[in-house]
Antibody
């Protein structure tokens, strides 16, 4: 059974760095052809893809946030970590992690999401 | 920049057919997926590779593609189909979601 769960702070101050962890089970990110990705959704707005890491450690980022994002994996812990620097109130959103078997597409299992508010 | 365009809303009576379109320049070259999202929940994949339906997704959900884009069709809409629907595709360098369509069941 594949599950993913996001964890991290609910409140972040402007200019701080956000660190989110996706802990998963039911698959290994050392398996060829598997990917874990991060997506966010501001309140009342659309989904926005952020970053993806594959089984080989290759990383991909959305162009608009590339300079602020880092995605990494710890295969021994079955975790994928996303860091986002210089947080701003416009980054307030629910952050989801998801698994896919096709790069950039077909996110077949999702976590329940974690809500992050950026406020002073 | 590459965008996927969806109508903001679609309203349909129970038992009728809802069609949601998604257009984008790269769609003829890349597959599209569709997700259903209900309030307070994570999205659920309902269509992949333009037309394929994951196991557990009702047969009333179907997808199609043409030169102008892709379409999600919900035949015989049920009250529980009221949700936001997002298309997704890629330009080979990134993933992209559409702007979302709210389906209201009258």
């Amino acid at each position: 059974q594949v599950t993913l769960r996001e964890s991290g702070p609910a409140l972040v101050r402007p200019t701080q760095t956000l660190t989110l962890t996706c802990t998963f089970s039911g698959f290994s990110l050392t398996t060829s052809g598997l990917y874990v990705t991060w997506i966010r959704q501001p309140p009342g707005k659309a989904l926005e893809w952020l970053a993806l890491i594959d089984w080989d450690g290759d990383q991909y980022y959305t162009t608009s946030l590339r300079s602020r994002l880092t995605i990494s994996k710890d295969t021994s812990k079955n975790q994928v970590v996303l860091t986002m620097t210089n947080m701003d109130p416009v980054d307030t959103a629910t952050y989801f992690c998801a698994r896919s078997t096709l790069r950039f597409l077909e996110f077949d299992y999702w976590g329940q999401g974690t809500q992050v508010t950026v406020s002073s | 920049s590459y965008e996927l365009t969806q109508p903001p809303s679609v309203a349909v009576s129970p038992g009728q057919t809802a069609r949601i379109t998604c257009s984008g320049d790269a769609l003829p070259e890349h597959y599209a997926c569709w997700y259903q999202q209900k309030p307070g929940q994570a999205p659920v994949l309902v269509i992949y590779k333009d037309t394929e339906r994951p196991s557990g997704i009702p047969e009333r959900f179907s997808g199609s593609s043409s030169e102008t884009g892709v379409t999600l069709t919900i035949s015989g809409v049920q009250p529980e189909d009221e949700a936001d629907y997002y298309c997704q595709s890629t330009d080979s360098r990134a993933s992209l979601f559409g702007s979302g369509t709210k389906v209201t069941v009258l």
